[in-house]
């Protein structure tokens, strides 16, 4: 397998690929962002590209005959394409468009997988999200990344690519720093007071959310890049929502207390924002995945497993250094 991951170096993209560099058919790895990854100073499979890719040319570089696999992952977050409008329709809809029409007149075969969002969905939303829910966002990156997906399922329907939507739940927990997405306190308000650091809930705490974690998002985007096409053909639609499971703030709040016999809550403050509030508030907050699960994807079990995880993998990488 030859693959690209776009955003290959922010922390899914680094994720991806160290998991799909345990698969012996793997001969190549081409990890394409503004910023080089560091993966390509310890596995000789492994190339880093630094490139703009919103530059038709630069396309020409990454998509090659002999690549099999395409992974794009590269996106403006939430509130950043909210508050720039022209950056987030330039990254998230045209550079996706490029990629799918290179695709297109280079190989037709390629499994090209798409990273979507529940921002797709808004409005007033069912209980249970479906298959065939409809999409309304209310938000610009919902509305780009909408309209990737219909280009994702009509190239796969035409015949000119192999591609396949898989719309990633919140992730959480994820380590380092908050960046611009919206979700970003939803890792916030556990991380931070887990290293003693005051972190803000901008949304009503009892609200539901739809989250997994990211070692669980990994292995359903690796999944959706090795699943047999025919199986994609049964879809009617080549759209997959990744399993995830149902939890508020307050209840990881509280699961955060219990497993450390610390009450952490202390660290975090409830000040809301509209805006943050709006957005998050419109996702969906309970999704049926019974045709994801029965192709073999997979869920966390609740989220004591999430933080334990998210602990003890904190606590090896300070062992590390």
Known sequence: MNI????????????????????????KITLVDIQKSRLADYDRRVESINIDMTLPENIDQIITNDVTHVFHLAAIVSSHAESD??????????????????????NPNIRFVFSSSLAVFG???????????????????????????????????????????????????????????????????????LNGLESNCPVDPTLKLWISSPGKVVENIQKAGLIAT?????????????PGIQVTPSEMIATMNTTTGKNLSNYISFDID???????????????????????????????DVLTHFIDSEQKMETTL
């Open 4 to 27: 690209v991951i776009t955003g290959g170096a922010g922390f899914i993209g680094t994720l991806l690929a160290e998991s799909l560099l345990k698969n012996n058919n793997v001969k």
């Open 85 to 106: 409008f022209d950056l987030g329709m330039s990254v998230n809809l045209s550079i996706t468009q490029l990629l799918l029409e290179k695709c297109r007149h280079t």
């Open 123 to 193: 409005g007033k939303l069912p209980e249970e999200i479906l298959p065939m829910t409809a999409m309304q966002p209310v938000s610009s990156y919902g509305t780009q990344k909408a309209i990737g997906e219909l280009l994702v399922n009509d190239y796969s329907r035409k015949g000119y690519v192999d591609a396949v939507t898989v719309r990633l739940p919140t992730i959480c927990i994820r380590p380092g720093k908050p960046n611009k997405a919206a979700s970003s306190f939803v890792s916030g308000i556990i991380r931070e007071p």
């Open 230 to 242: 025919e199986k994609l053909n049964t879809l009617n639609f080549r759209t997959l929502n990744l």
């Open 274 to 304: 509209p805006q943050v509030d709006r957005i998050v508030s419109s996702w969906p907050q309970n999704i049926n995945n019974d045709i994801e699960l029965s192709l073999g994807f997979v869920a966390d079990n609740n989220f004591t």
